[in-house]
């Protein structure tokens, strides 16, 4: 049997191949470690091999396994839905938040930020595919939200994170992230502080590393499968569970 170290190592290598393909600096891409879903004792099984970003998308279920972990250097990434009742809570606990597709959670995000903390990274979600069910701004409204998020100063502005729709055909694939990368570099073109695109999951982070991704969020390739069936509330709304 694969243990979690056996599939994170392969995550690792599948990085590192793809970088030196697609003439990326080695090392450039991240690897957030998507564990929702997942027992705290396998955090802590991938944690000893040296990950510490990882990723939740669900608050409850966070905050909990935050405060199980508290001892440990882990930076947070929050990347599911975001409703208004739980911005105090990701602005305390998280480091990241790479799902923002509204101002109104900006401004409370940036109101209940602590001051003991440092600013909170944040990237907006882009619904590349422009699919109906799909979280996220259209890209014709996300320089707007970019441009406010610029002036809230417990936010700082990170880039843009896309969740395209699954498929296997790896040129529409490649499509969606190249869109997102093209928005991205016109940000950048027109001076916004932009460093990171958020793109890229466990079926498909080659393709978004071809495409100029810096962080790929991958669950099921490190922690297994998730046992949850996809007809659950949430996928319908274009989040995975
Ligand atoms: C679950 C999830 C992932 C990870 O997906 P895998 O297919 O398990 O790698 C990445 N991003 C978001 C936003 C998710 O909800």
């Not at 049997?1 to 793809?18: C, F, G, K, N, P």
């Not at 001051?115 to 909170?120: A, D, E, G, Q, V």
Request: aromatic share 4%; net charge positive.
């Amino acid at each position: 049997m694969q243990t979690l170290h056996d599939r994170l190592q392969a995550v690792r290598s599948r990085i590192t191949e793809a970088e030196k393909c697609y003439h990326r600096t080695p090392g450039s891409v991240q690897l957030l470690a998507v564990s929702k879903t997942r027992p705290v004792d396998d955090l802590i099984a991938v944690m000893q091999c040296g990950q510490t970003h990882f990723g939740e998308s669900h608050l409850q279920e966070a905050l909990i396994k935050i405060k199980a972990l508290s001892q440990n250097n882990i930076t947070w990434h929050f990347i599911g839905p975001i409703q208004s009742n739980k911005t105090k809570n990701i602005a305390m606990h998280f480091d990241w938040v790479h799902s923002l597709d509204r101002l109104s959670i900006a401004q409370r995000l940036n109101k209940q930020r602590p001051i003991s903390l440092s600013p909170l990274n944040v990237c907006v979600q882009v619904n590349i595919s422009n699919e109906a069910s799909k979280a996220g701004l259209t890209p014709m409204d996300v320089l707007t939200l970019v441009r406010q998020v610029v002036d809230l100063p417990r936010l700082q502005l990170r880039g843009l994170m896309t969740l395209p729709t699954l498929t296997s055909d790896t040129a529409q694939q490649r499509r969606a992230f190249h869109a997102l990368w093209e928005l991205w570099s016109q940000l950048k073109h027109a001076n916004l502080p932009l460093d990171t695109l958020s793109m890229g999951m466990s079926q498909d982070l080659e393709t978004a590393i071809a495409e100029g991704a810096t962080i790929v969020r991958v669950g099921a390739a490190i922690f297994g499968e998730r046992k949850i069936p996809p007809t659950s509330p949430d996928t319908s709304k274009g989040h995975y569970l």
